[in-house]
């Protein structure tokens, strides 16, 4: 608890120094000399070297053993030596087992193989019954290391079930995974099969085989069969297949060749034709065909069923149309193909298709359905039989994801953030509710951004939580009482401060509506002198999928180190963005090129207006990918406020990137605020300084977004500055980009010569 009080202490003071020294005194602009400049980049490569060897423990991976509560997890001590340590929850122990460093040294002359404390990977670990050895494995090889001894010895291959620590609890299942097609009825008796795109049935006991369509064909045939659980019917589809389209890519430097290599791959962009899928029922007994009573399914693929628990003349299936305005679980009668829609929610803007959540309760004949009705995402119990609702959680705060259904308790292990009052909106916390909406409980009260890991019986659970400028704590919790059973870490910052790290700061600023708060964070200078103005550069990514900004603390970062260079580094999440109401997250509707600029821009006069070290005439911005796409954006729709921007593998045009990402959020059919919207369309509005990086390789984004961008700037007598890095995918750059960009924004930004980088001068100064 001291050293969060150290911490806070530090950042008061420094906020104090800022603003009783702008009460006396006028900051002047930053404007380095040629060897400051070279100083900053010799302390921002001395302060991220520094970080990168300071042992700063944010987070454990507990390795829990099968069938026991108990688990062991690493804990690096220094950048050669780490701690592997043995805990025992339901006796409240913590032990020491062994150090890295000296193990590696005599698995070193067992194996001839060059490792280290810091390399050394073990990648299963139990303990012997008297507990006074660790058997384990690493590389493949078993050892065992006796604890007393401190002498570790090879052994032979063990059998050990190791329980899998990332298997959750409940799986689950995509939509675009498919049906749950099958072949072989459950009573063994028939196998279903496809000939010449027609169904034909075949017993297993005897030649008999039964032709159930003829309308098929190899072009548009049948498929994705599914039986009933009494074997009396089947269900299948008539499919009208469509095939992507490639999109290609040059590699230009193949090593030990003289030709570049052309390279395709499948691709689908917005407005492209799907596979569609007709349903049919299929009477076993009968042979005969019933049409269900449903439009065809256009979007994903054939979908799972769930039959009605007791009642095979039911099943449910979920149906997502395209264009992302219409969810609905529809009931199916198999005598009959009649159909019901159990739910049906429709929006006028979207429904997030990829965060849609059900869980049957099939012996009840219940759906867990998570939904964002009533403008805020909160879980509903829905009653399959007569397709009643009733809200669970409730209030101005945000579910953000469902850990578990417990059937037999009635309860729901979720995650959700905006309830606790006073705090970031955006801190994750857990919680556990009834099925009757009674007794939520908070597995984790604590003021932070929480991360719980459960045991396999769920009887204890690991909770790590920390905030941006808050040292990470990590707490071995009781699920059925929620108290601590011991603190397994504390992370210790003395070492990290004493580099002369400044931590960020949390900011919060009005958005454009006046009223709903807009967070984000400011990374300062180390050597930061509060007589003079900084630029700002922004880090940008509004893709509407999740929110960005960071709540968890970290030691080292790319916006730390890029501070040091003399600029004022900050991160934004604006509307548009997830985790927030749907109000909030509705502003990306048709709307991508908003990007929550207004937002932003606002926050960061808002930033500047409390600190004169702020200098918001030179911002600059950078982005990669959809961050990509929104930085050059802020030139072209921003010029007034944004004057230098790096734009990385950018979907420049959201008509070119893939379908499902873009229709999501600018919706199908394609329509022409697309091509309004495009970078590409408005290129000859940029006015700053830009520079375009591409990796040449890229199958996420198509390169040739960029190139396309690049095409426009020519053609409107742009000038910018374009690097394609060859043999990269998707990516900012990697280290050379990273380079150019930290050279690029001082150039432009600080109106300074970075280090001439081809003699090394670095290195000669």
Not at 204 to 226: A, M
Not at 453 to 464: A, G, H, N
Request: charged residues 25%; contains cysteine; aromatic residues 12%.
């Amino acid at each position: 608890m001291g050293n969060y009080r150290h911490i806070t202490a530090i950042l008061l003071l420094v906020l104090i120094a800022n603003v009783s020294y702008s009460q006396q005194h006028k900051v002047q602009p930053y404007w380095p000399t040629h060897a400051e400049v070279l100083k900053n980049y010799k302390a921002a490569d001395a302060l991220d070297s520094a970080l990168k060897k300071i042992p700063v423990t944010t987070s454990l991976n507990a390795n829990w053993s099968a069938g026991a509560n108990q688990f062991w997890y690493r804990k690096r001590l220094s950048d050669k030596n780490a701690a592997y340590i043995w805990v025992e929850p339901e006796k409240g122990n913590k032990r020491l087992l062994f150090e890295s460093e000296p193990l590696s040294q005599q698995i070193n002359k067992m194996t001839g193989k060059a490792i280290n404390g810091s390399t050394l990977k073990i990648d299963d670990m139990f303990l012997s019954a008297d507990k006074k050895q660790a058997i384990f494995k690493t590389d493949g090889n078993w050892f065992e290391y006796n604890l007393g001894t401190l002498q570790c010895t090879s052994t032979l291959d063990t059998l050990h079930i190791k329980y899998d620590n990332d298997k959750p609890l409940q799986e689950r299942h995509e939509r675009w995974e498919g049906a749950n097609a099958d072949s072989v009825s459950p009573d063994k008796q028939w196998i279903a099969l496809i000939k010449g795109g027609n169904i034909i049935i075949k017993s297993r006991n005897s030649s008999t085989e039964i032709k159930l369509t003829n309308d098929g064909s190899p072009e548009k045939p049948y498929g994705e069969l599914t039986w009933s659980p009494d074997n009396k019917h089947l269900v299948g589809y008539l499919i009208d297949p469509k095939k992507a389209k490639p999109v290609y890519y040059l590699l230009s430097s193949v090593p030990g060749t003289t030709r570049a290599a052309l390279k395709s791959h499948d691709y689908e962009q917005p407005g492209d034709e799907f596979t569609s899928y007709q349903q049919y029922l299929f009477n076993i007994e009968t042979k005969s065909a019933i049409k269900t009573d449903s439009e065809k399914i256009d979007f994903f693929g054939a979908p799972k069923l769930h039959w009605r628990n007791g009642n095979p003349r039911y099943f449910t299936y979920e149906k997502v149309d395209r264009g992302h305005q219409r969810f609905r679980v529809i009931e199916v009668d198999v005598t009959n193909g009649k159909t019901r829609n159990i739910i049906d929610e429709k929006t006028k803007t979207f429904i997030y298709e990829q965060r849609l959540y059900t869980y049957y309760v099939s012996k009840a004949h219940q759906i867990v359905w998570i939904t964002e009705q009533d403008g805020w995402r909160h879980i509903y119990l829905v009653d399959e039989l007569s397709g009643k609702q009733k809200l669970i959680t409730k209030g101005n705060w945000v579910v953000r994801d469902i850990d578990s259904v417990d059937v037999l308790k009635k309860q729901i292990w979720f995650k959700g953030s905006g309830k606790n009052a006073g705090e970031d909106p955006y801190f994750i916390h857990y919680y556990r509710i009834n099925f009757d909406g009674k007794n939520l409980v908070d597995l984790t009260p604590e003021k932070g951004n929480h991360n719980v890991v459960l045991s396999p019986d769920r009887k204890f659970y690991i909770d790590t939580y920390s905030e941006v400028n808050l040292a990470p704590k990590i707490l071995l919790k009781n699920t059925s009482d929620l108290k601590t059973v011991m603190e397994l870490e504390q992370a210790d910052l003395t070492n990290l401060l004493a580099t002369g790290l400044r931590l960020p700061e949390v900011f919060v600023a009005k958005g454009r509506d006046g009223k709903t708060d807009i967070w984000g964070v400011v990374y300062r200078p180390a050597n930061m002198d509060p007589a003079k103005s900084y630029p700002v550069i922004e880090n940008i990514y509004a893709g509407p999928q999740d929110s960005f900004v960071p709540k968890s603390f970290y030691a080292v970062n790319e916006m730390e180190s890029m501070a040091q260079l003399g600029f004022i580094v900050v991160q934004i999440d604006g509307m548009g963005t997830a985790n927030r109401s749907k109000a909030f997250h509705d502003v990306c509707w048709h709307n991508l090129a908003d990007a929550g600029f207004a937002d932003r821009i606002l926050w960061m006069k808002a930033l500047a207006a409390k600190y004169p070290q702020v200098d918001i005439s030179r911002i600059g911005v950078y982005g990669t990918s959809a961050g990509g796409q929104n930085s050059a954006g802020a030139l072209l729709f921003h010029p007034e406020f944004y004057k230098a921007a790096v734009s990385a593998c950018g979907c420049h045009d959201n008509r070119i990137d893939k379908q499902w990402w873009n229709e999501q959020w600018m919706g199908y059919p394609v329509g022409p605020h697309y091509e309004q919207q495009s970078n590409i369309t408005n290129a000859g509005k940029l006015q700053g300084d830009l520079m375009l990086i591409v990796g040449e390789a890229d199958t996420n984004v198509p390169p040739e977004s960029t190139y396309r961008f690049a095409d426009a700037l020519i053609k409107n007598n742009k000038m910018f500055d374009l690097l394609v890095v060859p043999g990269m995918g998707h990516s900012d750059g990697g280290p050379y980009g990273r380079k150019k960009k930290r050279d690029f924004f001082v150039k432009h930004l600080l109106n300074a010569e970075p280090p001439a980088r081809n003699t090394n001068e670095l290195a000669q100064n």
